[in-house]
């Protein structure tokens, strides 16, 4: 997934960058400030791509002694600066850019100028179009193989990258229609508001999107937990070992988008000796990294429960239980306050 990742941010990048050159021109000739304004917005996403690429090469080292669980999260350090450089690079400078224009009555355009701009705006949309629909592909294969809409995917995608290459050519795409629309008021009207209003329009788009890709990077970066369906899949493997009579807790952290990290307290039948506990600790480790690529790193705690890990135990054997009916209300219900899998 990591080069898929790859080519999809290698191919913004590009298509980024040649949008930013054309509308920096463009944006310096008519002085036009929604086209200012996207030349902010393509540079910021140019500056960005280049953050997730830096992302992608440092989260691939090894482990070491002094990140013994890998260094993946620099995926989630360096998006979030990414989410940070859209937000300054191009929702405020767009929202400075609209109000000065609105303030000062705006810049008068000629025809020629009109024309240049749609041109730059047209070929941009062609770019940043490409760019846009290579990242939804891939977002479509990945949400397919877990049974996901792509909009579903979008939203609960846990690779920071693509996410945010389908956000930000997505608010370039509209972002384009916006500048278009106020470039065509401000031709047809004659007044430069509309291209001020536009430019405005634009920084609160981006706005909105940084907010957006900053929460939830922010969530991958401080710990986020597993996606639900996987800890469910989780819950349900072990739940149907012999020798298993109940799961007491189980955490786990989204280390990577492809790594995952569990602990699990395990309630053991009492009729097995230390040496059999042993050997199934090892099996159930050894299937559960083979069904689920994902988890590498395991922990089993063989613990006697207490009262209120029995409940606990009982309320999982019912959610297992109800899974097979309906396994989306069961796996929404790992992220409601009503029932966690945690004793403490």
């Known amino acids: 997934m990591a080069s898929e990742s790859r080519g999809t941010v290698l191919l913004a990048l590009f298509a980024n960058l040649a949008v930013a050159i054309a509308k920096t021109g ?7 400030s929604a086209m200012l304004s996207e030349a902010a917005h393509s540079w910021a996403d140019t500056t960005n791509q280049v953050f997730l690429l830096l992302a992608l090469k440092k989260a691939g080292r090894p482990a070491d002694t002094t990140h013994p669980f890998g260094y993946g999260k620099e995926r989630y ?4 600066l990414a989410a940070v450089g859209i937000f300054v690079t191009g929702a405020l400078f767009s929202a400075y850019q609209g109000l000065e224009s609105l303030l000062s009555g705006g810049h008068e355009l000629s025809t020629k ?33 877990r049974g996901r809409g792509l909009l579903e995917q979008l939203r609960k995608s846990n690779d920071p990258t693509v996410k945010t290459v389908a956000s930000e050519d997505s608010a370039a795409v509209v972002g384009l229609v916006l500048a278009a629309a106020g470039l065509a008021l401000h031709q047809l009207t004659g007044s430069a508001v509309f291209d001020g209003v536009a430019s405005v329009a634009i920084g609160v788009l981006l706005g909105w999107i940084a907010y957006a890709l900053g929460r939830d990077t922010k969530e991958l970066l401080i710990g986020e937990s597993a996606d639900p369906e996987l800890r469910l899949d989780i819950i349900s493997a072990l739940a149907g070992y012999d020798g298993v009579n109940g799961l007491l807790d189980m955490l786990t952290m ?12 395990v309630d053991f039948d009492d009729e097995l000796g230390a040496a059999d506990v042993e050997a199934l600790c090892n099996r159930i480790e050894t299937d559960l990294q083979q069904q689920f690529p994902s988890v590498t790193h395991l922990y089993l705690d063989p613990t006697s429960p207490t009262r209120t890990e029995s409940a606990v135990a009982a309320d999982i054997g019912r959610l297992v239980d109800a899974s097979a009916e309906d396994r989306a209300a069961a796996a929404d219900s790992l992220d409601t306050d009503t029932w966690r899998t945690t004793s403490r």
């Open 113 to 145: 100028e009109f024309v240049i701009s749609y041109v730059v705006l047209g070929v941009a949309f062609v770019l940043e179009g490409s760019s846009l629909l290579k990242a939804l592909r891939q977002l479509h294969r990945e949400g397919r193989g």
């Open 77 to 80: 350090f360096w998006s979030l």
């Open 26 to 32: 463009a944006g310096l000739l008519t002085l036009s």
């Open 254 to 265: 989204q280390l990577s988008p492809e790594h995952v990290l569990v602990a699990a307290k």
